[in-house]
């Protein structure tokens, strides 16, 4: 199964845009990479998916590696509700759970 | 539309106690999965149901832990004897079907936060 790779925390201050690395690099197959994350105090929250192409949605942008071994998460402005911890997901061949590893924890200054 | 919702929100139980988890998906659902976190630990998958498929336990930590889900709907997870190392809160999730391959989905609950004493 692949394994993702992310920074343990990252920084960053409102109204800036917020890039969120992913290390996927022994990705392989046709399977989707997921974003979720979670909130304090919250269940986690879906964010985007993607395939090859990069991906838009009203939350996040998704931009993906032309060999999909890596993405990026970008959050265009960010706000002092984005503070959370990130997890990019890898697909699990021949399953349906989400592995969650340790996520990038981000902190939006004021 | 109502989200995933679970009950109760928090649940403080004596060692040795059993203690029932329950979760509401969201109608129309086929899938439903249990996930635990404790405390600055990572989610952990414990269970997932689709339909009328054998479900996966592949997750569940020990023989203490078991769920059902009824008429394909409400799940319940019972632990037996719980223990301190149990403590944790449990993430209900459920999504819209889906096979392999699929765009994983889920939509969580808030969780139940388990403190057993």
């Known amino acids: 199964d692949a394994k993702t790779t992310q920074p343990n925390s990252m920084e960053s201050n409102e109204e800036e845009p917020v890039h969120l690395p992913c290390n996927h690099s022994?990705?392989?197959?046709?399977?989707?990479i997921h974003w979720y994350r979670q909130l304090p105090s919250q269940g986690p929250e879906y964010v985007i998916h993607?395939?090859?192409s990069n991906v838009n949605n009203r939350m996040a942008s998704l931009a993906i590696a032309e060999d999909r071994k890596s993405s990026t998460l970008i959050l265009h402005r960010a706000t002092l509700r984005d503070a959370a911890v990130y997890y990019c997901?890898?697909?699990?061949?021949?399953?349906?759970?989400?592995?969650f590893g340790q996520g990038t924890r981000l902190t939006i200054n004021p | 539309g109502a989200g995933v919702s679970q009950s109760p929100s928090n649940k403080v139980t004596e060692k040795g106690k059993d203690v029932e988890l329950r979760c509401d998906p969201i109608?129309?659902?086929?899938?439903l999965y249990w996930y635990r976190q404790s405390l600055g630990q990572g989610l952990e998958f414990l269970i997932y149901f689709q339909g009328n498929s054998a479900p996966d336990k592949s997750g569940l930590p020990s023989d203490r832990f078991s769920a059902e889900r009824t008429g394909g709907s409400v799940s319940t997870l019972t632990i037996q004897r719980t223990q301190q190392e149990d403590s944790a809160v449990y993430l209900c999730a459920s999504r819209a079907g889906g096979g392999p391959g699929a765009k994983n989905i889920q939509y969580f609950g808030a969780g139940t936060r388990l403190s057993v004493l």
């Open positions: 993607g395939l090859t």
């Open positions: 022994t990705i392989s197959g046709t399977d989707y």
């Open positions: 109608s129309g659902h086929t899938a």
């Open positions: 997901i890898p697909p699990v061949q021949g399953a349906q759970k989400l592995v």
